[in-house]
């Protein structure tokens, strides 16, 4: 039987109970009318639950859903969504400070960054922490030195800990051959095409155009394959990043981020409304901040004239400083300083957050991106292992991570070989004619794009 993840009224309900919780707002009275009439907690890792709801507890999940959507949000205040709103709370707004486009070197970096970053997290995505470690410590790789691999693995362990069911054939280090699809890869062809067909002032509208032309739904997860089915409903953005999305803070919208970074170098301020006109299709509040604050990271990063302590700084200014969001960063930073064990920082991040936030959500994944950017300085290697290492979601972190380091690094000569060789310099996708595409050729079309008038 199909079990369409991701969008079934009783699997969102169990989401959106924790999310009203986590942003403002007080769901006790609605989780307890769907726990009295034996409705099911959200599932943990997969995007449906094991058996069908009966229609009963489906169509009392759609009705739940639409009265907590009514609940009134106490951090509203400090939370908004609307651009103009944001800029207001942020009293130190960036100005553009110029600086040329980034070389098509620097920009290939970049693109090789986030995919090795990717590639190192796949086979471990949805891992809890305790297995990526055992898992990475049973072959010597720990710290993370080199891409997974299950040579010398004990069959014991594996058994406990499979690797990710959709990445273990091509993501370990026995079998790398080429960077293989992956979302945090197809959403930065994506928001390359709506450069391409709409350049900079592309709307929301726009972005969506360009997902229902390019985006197989099947490609979607979470918040935007929420946003996917209210377009086919026939909503329009922004309210199709509310309609029943209880995945709205999740990290969907900062995988988007790079692609705005790297074609505005020096101006943040610009990269990260672009980002806010991206996100608002399917995210609201900390989901948008975070895509903001990792495209003016990258804005900075993509100068060549900051490190990266200054380029995290700078991320901060577009983020609402009371928000959940800042704060946490701002956390996680601190930590980073003060621990030289890395370990230490993430025991310390996921005590805090994994209780409460699913392993998906925007606020976590953020906070450890910035703290692993942190505790490296920078460095191309230091940032990816960190990233992936902390878990939660290891692909999208080592991703972004790697992209900020490795526009640090300047060129792709630069990076270590050991990571860059087995991607061969070629990309597999389903987003437009990218399929094959080299890093070096992704480079030269984003420079075009940093460069149109």
Not at 33 to 61: D, F, I, K, N, V
Not at 416 to 442: I, M, Q, Y
Request: proline share 7%; aromatic share 6%; glycine share 8%.
């Amino acid at each position: 039987m199909l079990r369409l993840t991701w969008v079934q009224p009783e699997d969102l309900i169990g989401h959106e109970l924790r999310q009203a919780a986590q942003d403002g707002r007080e769901p006790s009275a609605v989780a307890a009318r769907w726990r009295a009439a034996g409705g099911p907690e959200a599932p943990l890792t997969a995007g449906a639950s094991p058996r069908p709801a009966s229609p009963y507890l489906r169509l009392l999940a759609t009705d739940l859903l639409d009265e907590l959507a009514d609940l009134p949000s106490a951090l509203a205040d400090d939370e908004p969504t609307d651009l103009a709103r944001i800029t207001s709370l942020c009293p130190d707004w960036p100005v553009a400070t110029g600086g040329r486009a980034a070389r098509p070197a620097r920009l290939e970096a970049a693109w090789l960054g986030r995919a090795v970053g990717c590639l190192l997290g796949k086979p471990v995505e949805k891992l809890p922490l305790t297995a990526i470690r055992d898992l990475a410590r049973a072959t010597g790789n720990w710290p993370l030195t080199g891409y997974f691999t299950a040579r010398g693995v004990p069959g014991e362990l594996l058994a406990r800990h499979p690797w990710n069911r959709r990445s273990a054939a091509t993501s370990l280090a026995e079998n790398i051959d080429g960077m293989p699809e992956d979302d945090d890869l197809n959403y930065p062809l994506l928001n390359l095409l709506v450069l391409q067909r709409h350049g900079r002032a592309f709307t929301t509208t726009d972005v969506a155009r360009v997902w229902l032309d390019e985006l197989p739904a099947g490609r979607t997860f979470t918040a935007e394959r929420v946003a996917y089915r209210n377009l086919l409903s026939g909503l329009e953005p922004p309210l199709t990043a509310r309609r029943h999305n209880p995945f709205r803070e999740w990290i969907g919208a900062l995988i988007r981020a790079d692609v705005h970074g790297w074609t505005n170098p020096g101006d943040p301020a610009a990269a990260a409304g672009q980002a806010h006109r991206d996100a608002t299709l399917t995210h609201t509040a900390n989901g948008v901040y975070a895509a903001m604050f990792t495209a003016a990271v990258i804005a900075t990063a993509a100068t060549g004239d900051h490190d990266v302590h200054a380029c995290l700084r700078t991320g901060l200014t577009v983020v609402p400083p009371r928000s959940r969001l800042a704060r946490a960063v701002r956390r996680a930073v601190r930590l980073a300083r003060d621990h030289t064990d890395f370990d230490t920082v993430v025991d310390l991040l996921h005590d805090t957050y994994a209780a409460t936030h699913h392993w998906v959500h925007a606020v976590p994944n953020t906070a450890l991106i910035a703290a692993a950017l942190t505790h490296a300085d920078g460095d191309f290697t230091g940032s990816v292992r960190r990233a992936v290492s902390g878990g939660w979601d290891t692909d999208s972190n080592g991703a972004t991570a790697g992209s900020v380091a490795a526009l640090l690094a300047g060129s792709p000569r630069a990076l270590p070989e050991r990571w860059t060789a087995p991607l061969k310099n070629r990309l597999a996708t389903s987003v437009g004619d990218f399929h094959g595409a080299g890093f070096d050729t992704l480079a030269r079309l984003t420079h075009l794009e940093a460069t149109r008038p």
